[in-house]
C-alpha cells in the first residue's frame, strides 16, 4: 500500500524511544502537515517518556495491543530490537524472539509499507571487497544473523530495509545516548584524558551519524510501491579503527594511542557501498565523523552526561544487570 497524498498519513514508530527513534520523532514533527505519529515502546531502558510525542506503552510481544496499534497505521518504522552482539547472546531466546519471530508475526499481520532496520553486520569478515546489497552475507553473531532472518521474512512485503553502518553521534534531547559504539566511546574517553587501547585497528566499519539514518527511515515512507522488498546500504564512509583513533586525536591532541598488533575478539571487518542508495533516492548524508567527535565532546565538555560508565548507556551491561536483577 502506497501512502496517501490526499490525506495525513499515520505512522507508527515501533521502538521509538530509543536513540535512533529520538531522531526519527524530530524529523516526523518537522512534518505535521504530511504525517500523524506515534510511539510504541517498551521503555526498557528508560524510566518514563518525556518527549512531547504521541506515545503507546506496549511490548512487540504484547501481540494484542500492537495489532490495535497497527490498524491505526498506514506504514511502520520497526526500530525495536535487541541491539549489539554482547546483549544479543545474553538471552538467545529472547533475540530470537525479538529481532526475528516479531518481525514475522508484522509481515503477516500488516499490509502497509514497513522501513525495517538491518545492519551492514550481515556481511560479517569480507575486507578485501566493496560490499553491496548483492554481496554474499555471512554474518558473524546472534544480533547479525537474526537481521539478516528478518530481512528474508520480509522480502515479499511492500518494505524498505535499511543495512545500517556503525552508528554514532546524538540523537536529540531526550534520548539517551550510546557509548556502546566506537565513534561515541572513544570520543568520550579522548576528551576525558583517558588512552585510547586499540586492538589490531586495521578493520574497517562503514560509519553514520544517527540522524542522517533517521532522515533515511522518514524519507523511505514516500518511496514508490515495490511488489519486493528493497534493501540499502547507509552509511557515511568506510575508515579503519585506527585511523578513526587518528582522526579523534586531531581533536584531543594530548591523547595518547595504545596500538596493540593482536586480534580483537569481534571479527567484523567490512567495506560497504552506498551507490545503490545514491542512485535510488539521491542519499547523501549531512554529518561527517568529526561533527560527531564534537557532539560526544560537547556532552562532556558541559556535563550533560554525568558518568560515561553509567551502564544505561550500553546496551550489553545494562541489559546483563537486568537479567540478573529479574532472577532475583
Not at 529481532?99 to 502497509?112: E, H, S, Y
Not at 515479499?156 to 543495512?163: L, T
Not at 561515541?184 to 574497517?204: E, K
Request: proline share 2%; charged share 25%; hydrophobic share 40%.
Amino acid at each position: 500500500m502506497i501512502l496517501s497524498k490526499k490525506r495525513k498519513n499515520n505512522i507508527l514508530v515501533v521502538g521509538g524511544a530509543g536513540y535512533v527513534g529520538g531522531a526519527v520523532t524530530d524529523i516526523l514533527a518537522t512534518k505535521s502537515n504530511q504525517y500523524n505519529f506515534k510511539v510504541y515502546d517498551n521503555l526498557m531502558y528508560e524510566d518514563l517518556y518525556r518527549k512531547p510525542v504521541d506515545f503507546v506503552y506496549g511490548d512487540v510481544l504484547d501481540k494484542k495491543r500492537l495489532k490495535k496499534e497497527l490498524r491505526w497505521a498506514d506504514a511502520v518504522i520497526w526500530l525495536v530490537a535487541i541491539v549489539g552482539d554482547g546483549a544479543c547472546q545474553l538471552d538467545e531466546n529472547l533475540t530470537r524472539e525479538v529481532n526475528q519471530k516479531a518481525v514475522a508475526w508484522l509481515a503477516k499481520n500488516f499490509t502497509g509499507r514497513i522501513v525495517f532496520t538491518s545492519t551492514c553486520s550481515v556481511y560479517g569478515a569480507q575486507h578485501t571487497l566493496i560490499l553491496n546489497e548483492s554481496s554474499l552475507v555471512r554474518p558473524l553473531s546472534l544480533y547479525a544473523d537474526t537481521k539478516y532472518q528478518a530481512e528474508k521474512l520480509l522480502k515479499n512485503n511492500n518494505a524498505v530495509i535499511f543495512r545500517l553502518g556503525t552508528l554514532f553521534g546524538v540523537s536529540d534531547l531526550f534520548s539517551r545516548i550510546r557509548m556502546d559504539l566506537v565513534v561515541n566511546a572513544l570520543s568520550a574517553r579522548a576528551c576525558l584524558g583517558s588512552t585510547l587501547n586499540i586492538f589490531g585497528g586495521n578493520q574497517y566499519r562503514p560509519l553514520l551519524h544517527v540522524k542522517d539514518a533517521a532522515q533515511c527511515l522518514v524519507d523511505a515512507l514516500e518511496f514508490k510501491e515495490q511488489s519486493r522488498s528493497e534493501i540499502f546500504n547507509i552509511s557515511k564512509n568506510n575508515i579503519k579503527i585506527i585511523d578513526l583513533a587518528k582522526q579523534i586525536k586531531k581533536h584531543f591532541p594530548k591523547t595518547k594511542l595504545n596500538l596493540t598488533e593482536m586480534s580483537f575478539e569481534d571479527a567484523r571487518n567490512y567495506q560497504v557501498s552506498c551507490d545503490k542508495a545514491k542512485k535510488y533516492f539521491n542519499f547523501s548524508p549531512k554529518y561527517s565523523v568529526d561533527d560527531g567527535i564534537d557532539e560526544i565532546a560537547d556532552l562532556v565538555q558541559n556535563n550533560r552526561v554525568k558518568d560515561f560508565n553509567n551502564p544505561r548507556y550500553s546496551n550489553q551491561i545494562f541489559l546483563k544487570d537486568f537479567f540478573k536483577n529479574s532472577a532475583k
